[in-house]
């Protein structure tokens, strides 16, 4: 089938070895309007520890949207998230000295032989269980500074930790276990039997950590931000940039931000045509600021609907949450508080504006400081703000939360709706809060 066939619905199993960029292979075009269903391989800790993947995740092929031009936004609806995996292992990292280079997540090489990207094996279970294929050294970059595995229970929405015979029962069986589809590379984490504080138990509610679109350079897809890019400075391996300016080029699809889950909308800037819509790094669960760098990475599959927005100037994602999600401070006025604050404008003779919508803008950069100054500036150019009148409206009506350490965050803020109008966000912004 030709990538250039506009289909309605597009179903997407095919995925990358860890990159992104517009030298990736189309997996087809949807129509302007159209649903795509993805049905994608767990993020993070699967590509991490096989050594041949090129980035820290396993998203999707790019997705073409019908129309969509550099300079223009493509809204992506997000109307379903479901894990099928039964089980995932995941915890903080510690490095394996030897098996990269510059950077654990990208240029990874066999610590005996030398290999670069090195084919691998699986022989039995335990964090020396992935072999290079060439000279059978334990051949992956990472192991678990403290780990854990985590059983789902899919129809109450919570999770176990599990105890070191039960890590090991589900290693035996990892491939089935954590559903790893049959197009993925991955090796499946399970394998490496965490048993670190087992009978815990944790609430699940899954989102998407990876999804956005094409950058116009190709770069690994767990680099696409502002914070994990840092590492591509001065990097020497195909994927290394020059200066912090280089990663301007960046699109911010990873951005771990809980509130991007089944009925959000996220809206990301058109910077290669077509679009390039991608998905990856299921997460079951994760507090704000995904503390351990890592959570419960998953299969699953993700339904969405796609529509052009034209000519909007986005410098990085803007989010739509679901209105449960949004803080106390920046969610839609209330009938009651419209009228109560008409009420105090007439007694104090000022118009009062109460035609007003939610936005979130994602910032990232080498910390949380640096996300939110780029947020900042984000938000002044969409807005056609200052930036003393960007940080007093999200002092007032919003503020800023923090998708992850140390640099992804998202700026709430209440916008007034003529200036949504102004920057094309004034349909979506009606059409997700009912206004």
């Known amino acids: 089938m030709s990538q250039q066939e506009v289909q309605q619905e597009l179903y997407v199993d095919q995925y990358t070895l860890g990159l992104v960029g517009p030298d990736q292979e189309w997996a087809g075009t949807v129509a302007d309007g159209g649903t795509v269903k993805t049905y994608t391989p767990p993020g993070c800790w699967g590509p991490m520890v096989t050594p041949s993947f090129r980035g820290g995740h396993e998203v999707t092929r790019p997705i073409r949207v019908e129309g969509a031009e550099v300079g223009d936004a493509v809204a992506i609806h ?3 998230v479901e894990v099928t995996s039964m089980a995932t292992s995941t915890g903080s990292m510690a490095e394996r000295e030897g098996a990269f280079g510059d950077d654990p997540f990208v240029d990874h090489r066999c610590p005996e032989c030398g290999t670069t990207w090195p084919d691998s094996v699986v022989e039995g279970t335990g964090e020396d269980a992935i072999r290079c ?3 059978g050294a334990n051949a992956s970059s990472f192991g678990f500074e403290y780990g854990y595995t985590v059983a789902f229970d899919h129809e109450n929405a919570v999770g176990i930790t599990l105890d070191k015979e039960g890590a090991h029962e589900l290693a035996l069986d990892a491939d089935e276990v954590m559903d790893i589809p049959e197009n993925a590379r991955q090796h ?21 950590g990876n999804i956005g679109t094409t950058p116009p350079v190709t770069m690994p897809d767990s680099h696409n931000a502002g914070d994990f890019g840092q590492n591509l400075i001065g990097a020497d391996h195909d994927y290394g940039v020059e200066t912090e300016a280089d990663l301007e080029l960046r699109t911010d699809g990873h951005m771990d931000v809980p509130e991007v889950r089944a009925g959000a909308t996220l809206i990301c800037p058109v910077v290669v045509e077509g679009g390039g819509v991608y998905v990856g790094d299921l997460h079951a669960n994760q507090g704000d600021g995904e503390l351990s760098l890592h959570t419960t990475d998953v299969s699953g599959t993700v339904t969405m609907d796609v529509e052009v927005i034209e000519d909007v100037d986005l410098g990085g994602p803007v989010l739509l949450p679901n209105e449960e999600d949004l803080p106390f401070i920046s969610a839609p006025y209330t009938d009651e508080e419209v009228a109560a604050g008409d009420d105090l404008g007439a007694e104090h003779g000022v118009d009062v504006d109460t035609d007003a919508a939610p936005i979130q803008v994602i910032g990232s950069g080498a910390t949380v400081n640096d996300a939110t100054q780029n947020a900042f500036d984000r938000a002044g150019e969409l807005l056609d703000m200052s930036e003393g009148e960007v940080r007093g409206r999200c002092t007032f009506t919003g503020g800023v939360q923090i998708g992850r350490l140390p640099g992804v965050v998202q700026l709430d803020m209440l916008v007034p709706m003529d200036l949504l109008a102004e920057a094309g966000l004034d349909d979506a912004a009606r059409e997700q809060y009912g206004l």
């Open 133 to 135: 294929a060439e000279c």
């Open 78 to 80: 997000i109307r379903d």
């Open 188 to 208: 499946p984490i399970l394998l490496y039997e965490p048993d670190g504080m087992p009978g815990t138990l944790g609430r699940l509610r899954p989102f998407i």
